[in-house]
């Protein structure tokens, strides 16, 4: 039986994984650079590729990626009842935007919402897709897109039936990174959306 005390150990042990910065490791090792010192100031896997080059952001999306995924896999292994993964992926996107490894400084959650997607239902991911770029085709601006195509996910997730668990899990890291990209909704440039 799982208990609220191995809940809070998912979502602690969730964060410390999306806590690991490869944007920031992969920048210092491939380039020698801090990838925060430029471009948009975060350690994603695209700002990643402007300071360090595409190698490191490659990596650096892989990592980004394969944080979420493990998280996810260890909250269904520890609670095959479901609701492990809605609290290891709105805890892992969480560590990944708040690093506490990097003074709370880290990437925009895109990555880690895509693996989390592409783990709960491909198809989902594909229609989400496909969702983000109708709302950039309306709204003419990435981080408002991505903020709403966030949103949209859950919903899609409703739509096609998924369990409470799994939409559970899409709305807990929609939200995160709707509050990630507040800050950039009032941005009127449009920037290359993954980071």
């Not at 506490?100 to 783990?119: K, N, P, Q, V």
């Not at 899609?156 to 709707?178: D, E, F, K, N």
Request: with cysteine; net charge positive.
């Amino acid at each position: 039986m799982v208990t609220p005390f191995d809940y809070w150990g998912m979502g602690v042990f969730a964060y410390l994984l999306g806590s690991i910065p490869f944007g920031l490791l992969f920048g210092r090792l491939f380039k020698g650079v801090d990838v925060r010192q430029g471009g948009s100031g975060h350690s994603g896997a695209l700002n990643t590729y402007r300071m360090a080059g595409l190698a490191p952001a490659v990596v650096t999306l892989l990592g980004d990626m394969g944080k979420a995924w493990v998280a996810l896999r260890i909250g269904q292994m520890l609670d095959p009842s479901g609701w492990g993964i809605a609290v290891a992926a709105a805890l892992v996107v969480v560590g990944h935007c708040w690093p506490f490894t990097t003074e709370f400084r880290g990437g925009m959650g895109m990555a880690c919402g895509i693996a989390i997607l592409a783990y709960l239902a491909p198809p989902v991911l594909l229609l989400s897709l496909i969702a983000w770029g109708i709302w950039l085709a309306i709204l003419r601006h990435f981080p408002r897109a991505q903020a709403a195509a966030a949103l949209t996910a859950p919903a899609i997730l409703w739509a096609l039936g998924s369990s409470p668990q799994m939409v559970a899990a899409g709305l807990g890291a929609g939200a995160v990174l709707l509050v990630r990209h507040l800050r950039d909704l009032n941005r009127r440039t449009l920037t290359l959306g993954l980071r």
